[in-house]
């Protein structure tokens, strides 16, 4: 069955430091991935946008890998801040698909 | 400009009960999807409307639920004869053009009781 992973459900770091958030699909064919930002209470907020002829975006301190080889995606972000701290969603477009898929969510602390 | 919206923000309704759950699309998004987020769960696809086409139901899980898209706009999410597994925050989202690739705006949700 399709399945999209997010490697952990939270993440605590250290401020400063940078975070890498993993989103591992099987049994898809991507045609492309998006990463949101979900705060309690509210509905998730688009991040960024990778094509899967695209290795790799930037935005600010936001980074973002796509390897269809390995099926994963590394959502990054640097010199973090306490106001990263919230759920981080992949989802993923399948080639002749419309709606996205999503993953489960890390919930992201970072800690001053 | 506004974003979407959705109305109520919460719903607590009584088993067995129909409920109907409003979204307002960005003005000018052509398409529009409902989602459903369990608690702990992931977003769960449930239907797409693109224009003045067929909607794409694949992710609806029953019968009793349905959607209607008025006039390209808003769109009424309906869940009929209620059960408590129909608990959970029921998401809205638009984007300018299904068909293309662009990022979804989402409302804030109206978040379902069934008592």
Known sequence: SQKIEQNSEALNIQEGKTATLTCNYTNYSPAYLQWYRQDPGRGPVFLLLI???EKEK???RLKVTFDTTLKQSLFHITASQPADSATYLCALVRTGANNLFF???TRLTVIP | GAGVSQSPSNKVT????????????????TALYWYRQSLGQGL??????QGNSAPDKSGLPS?????????????TLTIQRTQQEDSAVYLCASSLDGREIHEQYFGPGTRLTVT
């Open chain 2, 44 to 49: 769960e696809f449930l239907i797409y409307f």
């Open chain 2, 63 to 75: 019968d009793r639920f349905s959607a209607e898209r008025t006039g390209g706009s808003v769109s």
């Open chain 1, 58 to 60: 930037r935005k600010e």
């Open chain 1, 103 to 105: 993953g489960t969510g």
């Open chain 1, 51 to 53: 094509r899967e002829n």
């Open chain 2, 14 to 29: 009584e088993k067995g009960k129909d409920v109907e759950l409003r979204c307002d699309p960005i003005s000018g998004h």
